[in-house]
């Protein structure tokens, strides 16, 4: 996979051009492309700095050195302009259920790691490691630490726990983003479990139902929401699986830029899998008229791909303010109906 990586590095200050400034890793190890264009990037960072000092400054405030947080309205803004680095582990571990499932059962996620395995899980696990974020440094054989084999417990500790799912292509991404944020294992696996369990139910299963919905879920949405550009897929005949697939079940990893995707990250496990249908829908209607410009089924595909790489997702706070404005509102009554009808649709299909 080839990763999106435009909007997160540690500054140098010395002279000279912006790639003598900017250090060729990002702060989360990404290393980056060649074409990279830094000097674009340094004007970005230089605002976007000043808007993570002051919610850096707010964080702290807020939390006042305390472990645990509760749900409320004002954590609930805080969270979607922006949770620092340093505090993002907490929030998520607390927002999303995992830290009280840690917590409720202590010394489980080990007995998981020593218990007896499938060898076509951990043959199947094995393959996909070297697959794993291969331009990241961390995951290099050859860095220390390497979280190879932190990733190899989790994807095995996973599997073992949830046997309906087991493994499949996706989750090994989603599980190094948490180990390179969380930087421990059995955190890692428990929010692994918060989105498998209860954020993202049967995407990750084999028949992958809840992903399937999901995407003919977003059609629905886009028709009620922006009816040219669903009017074009259907006049092409593309099916949204065509084009959306790895947004959903990557969770917009190497499809939106590295700092972007902790900002929708922070939402997700705060909000749940609603914000994954207010990305999707921000992208597409941002660019629903070079969208209807397409001629063909390749035009559609290459759209897609297009809208996901332009300046307006590597601006990931203008971005992000965008997603609760440009779709609109978006009830979680109307979420649950409209998957209750597509779902049945599927299945009605399929059988």
Same mark, same amino acid.
């Given at each position: 996979?080839?990763?999106?990586?435009?909007?997160?590095?540690?500054?140098?200050?010395?002279?000279?051009?912006?790639?003598?400034?900017?250090?060729?890793?990002?702060?989360?190890?990404?290393?980056?492309?060649?074409?990279?264009?830094?000097?674009?990037?340094?004007?970005?960072?230089?605002?976007?700095?000043?808007?993570?000092?002051?919610?850096?400054?707010?964080?702290?405030?807020?939390?006042?050195?305390?472990?645990?947080?509760?749900?409320?309205?004002?954590?609930?803004?805080?969270?979607?302009?922006?949770?620092?680095?340093?505090?993002?582990?907490?929030?998520?571990?607390?927002?999303?259920?995992?830290?009280?499932?840690?917590?409720? &059962?202590?010394?489980?996620?080990?007995?998981?790691?020593?218990?007896?395995?499938?060898?076509?899980?951990?043959?199947?696990?094995?393959?996909?490691?070297?697959?794993?974020?291969?331009? &990241?440094?961390?995951?290099?054989?050859?860095?220390?630490?390497?979280?190879?084999?932190?990733?190899?417990?989790?994807?095995?500790?996973?599997?073992?726990? &949830?046997?309906?799912?087991?493994?499949?292509?996706?989750?090994?991404?989603?599980?190094?983003?948490?180990?390179?944020?969380?930087? !421990?294992?059995?955190?890692?696996?428990?929010?692994?479990?918060?989105?498998?369990?209860?954020?993202?139910?049967?995407?990750?299963?084999?028949?992958?139902?809840?992903?399937?919905?999901?995407?003919?879920?977003?059609?629905?949405?886009?028709?009620?929401?922006?009816?040219?550009?669903?009017?074009?897929?259907? !006049?092409?005949?593309?099916?949204?699986?065509?084009?959306?697939?790895?947004?959903?079940?990557?969770?917009?990893?190497?499809?939106?830029?590295?700092?972007?995707?902790?900002?929708?990250?922070?939402?997700?496990?705060?909000?749940?899998?609603?914000?994954?249908?207010?990305?999707?829908?921000?992208?597409?209607?941002? &660019?629903?008229?070079?969208?209807?410009?397409?001629?063909?089924?390749?035009?559609?595909?290459?759209?897609?791909?297009?809208?996901?790489?332009?300046?307006?997702?590597?601006?990931?706070?203008?971005?992000?303010?965008?997603?609760?404005?440009?779709?609109?509102?978006?009830?979680?009554?109307?979420?649950?109906?409209?998957?209750?009808?597509?779902?049945?649709?599927?299945?009605?299909?399929?059988?």
């Amino acid at each position: 996979m080839e990763k999106r990586n435009k909007v997160t590095s540690r500054g140098r200050s010395i002279g000279g051009r912006a790639s003598d400034r900017v250090d060729r890793v990002d702060p989360y190890g990404f290393e980056r492309s060649k074409d990279f264009d830094y000097e674009s990037y340094e004007a970005l960072m230089s605002e976007y700095l000043v808007i993570l000092t002051r919610r850096s400054i707010k964080w702290s405030k807020l939390l006042k050195g305390q472990r645990k947080v509760q749900k409320n309205v004002k954590l609930k803004r805080y969270v979607r302009k922006g949770i620092p680095n340093e505090h993002r582990s907490l929030i998520w571990m607390a927002s999303s259920g995992a830290q009280e499932q840690l917590e409720r &059962n202590p010394g489980y996620y080990q007995s998981l790691l020593t218990a007896q395995h499938d060898p076509k899980l951990v043959e199947t696990i094995r393959t996909d490691l070297n697959r794993t974020f291969p331009d &990241n440094i961390h995951f290099h054989r050859t860095s220390n630490p390497c979280l190879q084999k932190a990733l190899y417990n989790v994807l095995l500790a996973s599997g073992y726990h &949830n046997p309906t799912v087991g493994y499949c292509q996706g989750m090994n991404f989603i599980a190094g983003y948490l180990l390179i944020i969380t930087k !421990d294992e059995e955190k890692s696996f428990w929010l692994m479990d918060a989105l498998l369990s209860r954020i993202l139910p049967d995407y990750y299963s084999p028949a992958m139902l809840g992903l399937k919905t999901d995407q003919e879920v977003l059609g629905e949405l886009v028709k009620m929401k922006v009816p040219r550009v669903w009017q074009t897929m259907v !006049d092409h005949n593309v099916m949204w699986t065509l084009v959306v697939s790895r947004w959903f079940i990557c969770l917009y990893i190497d499809v939106l830029p590295v700092e972007t995707v902790l900002r929708i990250w922070d939402c997700l496990f705060y909000e749940g899998s609603k914000i994954l249908f207010r990305v999707a829908l921000t992208l597409i209607h941002h &660019n629903q008229a070079l969208i209807q410009q397409a001629q063909s089924l390749p035009d559609i595909c290459q759209i897609f791909k297009q809208i996901t790489r332009d300046t307006f997702v590597d601006e990931c706070h203008t971005f992000m303010q965008k997603i609760f404005k440009e779709p609109g509102s978006l009830s979680m009554a109307t979420l649950t109906k409209l998957r209750a009808t597509c779902r049945s649709r599927i299945i009605a299909e399929k059988s």
